[in-house]
């Protein structure tokens, strides 16, 4: 979720004296350190235990008919790689200000955050990242009949972001004279536009996208902000990171990669 922000200095040396390697249903530490057949130090052996922020459609939303009780794009590239590591998926909805500030990978509750998170330097300084594997755009959606056109038009109004985002930190720089309101998610921040309680929601534009679709809603802006999304490990795994580095690698080789991309995002 792009760049959703960092939190300040002293809470990122919290998370990086953090060590617990517990079980990923209490999230405290067993004192168990499992590796899986290929070496990878795993929270439980035999499985990749991933964690994102739900709902954040089209990347992770629920769904009681799949095997992991989820769905969505990062869902569907963490089932590729969690096969080509010969591993079972196993997907848990986290607090995305954990996931993007490393306490919850450093508490031991997973092994990757899988959540629309963008790689930044400065989370790169508490984060092991994957390659990038998905580029995306900041976006300004207003409800049908604003006359809210461009971030411009923000000023004196409320506009809506989720904690933690890169569409926070862009608010902030950008909509010069709004009152940036931060919400936990982007369902209360949705509910929140809806109500009426802020006048539009600056974030992800595929997530903006999905409102639109629904309907009700517009798109007005988008910002070129060369973002990428990432998949995060705790600082100092390497082995785990760079296994999922070949899996991408080979996703994308042999055209599943496009195949997954395109259930999403084909526009025909």
């Given at each position: 979720?792009?760049?959703r ?56 939303d ?53 959540s629309?998170?963008t ?43 989720q904690?933690?985002?890169t ?39 595929p ?30 795994n ?31």
């Open positions: 979720m792009i760049k922000t960092l939190l300040g200095v002293a809470a990122a040396a919290t998370a990086l004296a953090l060590t617990a390697c517990g079980s990923s249903d209490s999230g405290s530490d067993s004192g168990k350190d499992s590796g899986s057949a290929s070496g990878l130090k795993l929270v439980d052996d035999g499985t990749l235990t991933v964690c994102s922020d739900v709902p954040y459609a089209p990347f992770e629920f769904d009681k008919s799949s095997p992991s009780g989820f769905k969505g794009f990062d869902i569907d590239i963490d089932s590729k790689i969690a096969d080509a590591l010969g591993l079972k998926l196993k997907v848990l909805d986290e607090d995305f200000d954990g996931l993007q500030s490393g306490l919850t990978l450093n508490a031991g509750t997973c092994d990757l955050v899988s629309a998170l790689i930044t330097d400065d989370r790169a300084k508490h984060l092991a990242f994957s390659d990038g594997y998905y580029d995306s755009k900041q976006s300004l959606l207003v409800p049908e009949g604003s006359s809210i056109a461009a971030i411009g038009d923000l000023k004196g109004k409320k506009v809506g972001v904690k933690g985002t569409g926070k930190d862009y608010a902030n720089e950008h909509a010069s004279g709004a009152s940036v309101v931060d919400f936990p998610s982007d369902a209360e921040e949705f509910q929140a536009l809806k109500a009426g309680q802020v006048d539009a929601l600056l974030q992800d534009l997530v903006n996208l999905a409102h639109e679709q629904a309907g009700g809603f517009k798109v007005v802006e988008t910002y070129d902000t060369g973002e990428k999304y990432g998949l995060a490990a705790k600082k100092g390497d082995a785990l990171i760079t296994a999922v580095n070949d899996a991408l690698t080979k996703m994308r080789s042999d055209g599943s990669y496009d195949e997954i991309y395109n259930k999403y995002f084909a526009t025909s």
